[in-house]
């Protein structure tokens, strides 16, 4: 039996969206199968894509979580332009997911609640990297995180990784790193399908109020794409 979208199309997309990401970890069709490409757009207009892990997808009401530097380029350019997208993409399961939405900072104690569950060498990573600046060598990278996990008590004597667990301090979060949600106001979901007829169902909706969030979104209207 092909994969396809349901006959009748769901009248919220989220949750068969949700249920594919979890698809793609429980079956670990990819090494990252919680990857995304975030597209963001810079004051001239010029729109930049890279890849980020998506954390959570909250079908209810609706937005996605990844993690970063605020101060990196995708940082500052989401903080200027909200408009964002995501793409999902399955190649093992012929699956995509396309996402248009808007973009708000995690709340604060979320950013920082996540922050406590990670590696003491990803939490160095986000203080010792200003992520998207330019650096004149690896070496010179190398020597920044080190004299940062210093100045975080860490006892690193050669290198970033000489350190055993038992040694670790705390490390707070940083002011600049934490979440991003992406809320969700379109969605593609797209499975391949034989002689490339795939399938494809859109989903849009608007913000009606952003203030205070959760956002207030009108409800989904779905349409069929031709492939
Ligand atoms: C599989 C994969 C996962 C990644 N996950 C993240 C992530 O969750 N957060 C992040 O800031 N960068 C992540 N990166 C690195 C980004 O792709 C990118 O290099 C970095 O965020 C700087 O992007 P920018 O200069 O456009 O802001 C990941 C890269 C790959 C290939």
């Known amino acids: 039996m092909p994969d396809r979208l349901p006959e009748k199309l769901p009248p919220d997309p989220l949750p068969l969206a949700a249920s594919w990401i979890e698809e793609a970890s429980a079956r670990e069709v990819q090494r990252n199968p919680n990857a995304m490409t975030i597209v963001s757009v810079a004051k001239d207009g010029k729109p930049s894509a890279r890849v980020v892990l998506c954390k959570e997808l909250v079908a209810d009401p609706g937005y996605l979580v990844f993690y970063t530097n605020y101060r990196s380029r995708k940082g500052t350019e989401l903080a200027a332009n909200k408009n964002a997208a995501a793409l999902f993409h399955w190649d093992a399961l012929g699956r995509q997911i396309r996402i248009g939405g808007t973009i708000s900072r995690s709340p604060a104690a979320e950013s920082d609640a996540y922050f406590q569950t990670r590696h003491w060498g990803s939490q160095l990573g986000a203080w010792g990297s200003d992520q998207s600046a330019p650096i004149e060598s690896r070496e010179a990278l190398v020597r920044q995180i080190s004299s940062r996990g210093i100045e975080l008590g860490l006892s690193l004597e050669e290198g970033t990784r000489r350190i055993s667990n038992e040694q670790v301090p705390r490390i ?56």
């Not at 007829?197 to 209207?221: N, Q, V, Y």
């Open 172 to 227: 707070d979060r940083p002011p600049h790193w934490g979440g991003f949600r992406l809320w969700i106001t379109s969605v593609e979901l797209w499975v391949e399908g034989a002689d490339r007829i795939h399938d494809r169902g859109f989903w849009s909706r608007d913000i009606l109020d952003a203030e205070p969030e959760p956002f207030c979104m009108t409800p989904w209207t779905s349409t069929r794409l031709q492939p």
